[in-house]
């Protein structure tokens, strides 16, 4: 049997905003039994705003973040967090590519006060060739296989020790 | 009786408490927050009871059912199965136990 009633369209925004943020806060946790708790949270919003209004029903709840942690604590085994991981593996990349940017503009920088001129440099072992003459500078990057794949190494490895992967063997 | 209860007091007996009133009769969520609020648990919130409400049909000890509602929109009654029911007593037999021992151990104890 089906919803037979819905609440009115203003509701509906409050309470689907509700869940958008508990699902910010719930995406770590196993997406087929966060898919059943949304649906199921749903359905008893929907039911408890039909007895005491959606800002009541939605009261009681607490804080989405605070019913997260409590859905988490239900769960009885720790989950990888790849969110969080993800997040690491991003700032590795991230990282690299600013201290290439800032090796790049910098060394661009000191060849300029030198008159101009050509040279290549390697921070972090990408190849870089720098050109500085009559106000116009450029440079031009090559990077080698061995680079990426350490990179993306590297950013696996963020990934993996972020995200606690070894939890997944507790299943 | 005390208005404010430590949360931590009630955490592990809360399972056996929806258990016991849903073995009593089948509710919907919001239902049987208010039916433990009724029973004396004033401060029990529905962000308390659907977590836990959420494991005990993952972990197979309760069953639901959709019922279409005259006043709003369909919803999901909750009962114990078999297993919810034998997990109940076990849970009835434990807590009776562990209260006999903490009864035993404040009679140690004069009150002021």
């Known amino acids: ?171 | 009786m005390p208005t404010d209860r430590d949360p931590q007091l009630l955490k592990g007996v809360l399972p056996m408490l929806v258990l016991a009133l849903l073995a009593e009769r089948e509710s919907y969520g919001y239902e049987l927050v208010t039916r433990l609020q009724e029973a004396g648990l004033a401060g029990m919130s529905t962000g308390t009871v659907y977590p836990v409400l959420g494991r005990l049909e993952r972990e197979g000890a309760v069953a639901s059912r959709l019922v279409a509602s005259p006043s709003g929109p369909a919803r999901k009654y909750y009962r114990p199965t078999p297993e919810g029911l034998a997990a109940l007593a076990g849970a009835r037999e434990a807590w009776a136990d562990l209260a006999r021992t903490v009864h035993a151990v404040l009679a140690l104890v004069e009150e002021d």
Do not use: K, N
């Open chain 1, 1 to 171: 049997m089906d919803v037979t009633t819905r609440p009115a369209l203003s509701d509906r925004l409050r309470r689907d905003a509700y869940l958008t943020r508990f699902g910010w806060h719930m995406q770590d946790y196993p997406q087929r039994e966060h898919r059943r708790i949304r649906d199921d949270l749903r359905r008893e919003i929907d039911a408890a705003a039909a007895d005491v209004g959606m800002a009541a029903a939605l009261r009681d709840l607490g804080h989405p973040h605070v019913l997260a942690q409590r859905y988490r604590a239900e769960l009885d085994r720790p989950v990888p967090r790849w969110a969080a991981g993800g997040a690491a593996a991003g700032g590795v990349v991230a990282l690299v590519c600013l201290v290439v940017m800032t090796y790049t503009f910098g060394a661009l920088d000191a060849l300029e006060r030198m008159g101009g001129g050509r040279a290549t440099i390697s921070p972090l072992g990408v190849t870089t060739h720098l050109s500085v003459s009559h106000g116009t500078v450029g440079a031009e990057w090559q990077v080698r296989w061995g680079v990426v794949l350490a990179v993306l190494a590297a950013a696996a490895l963020a990934l993996l020790l972020t995200a606690r992967v070894w939890r997944l063997r507790r299943r």
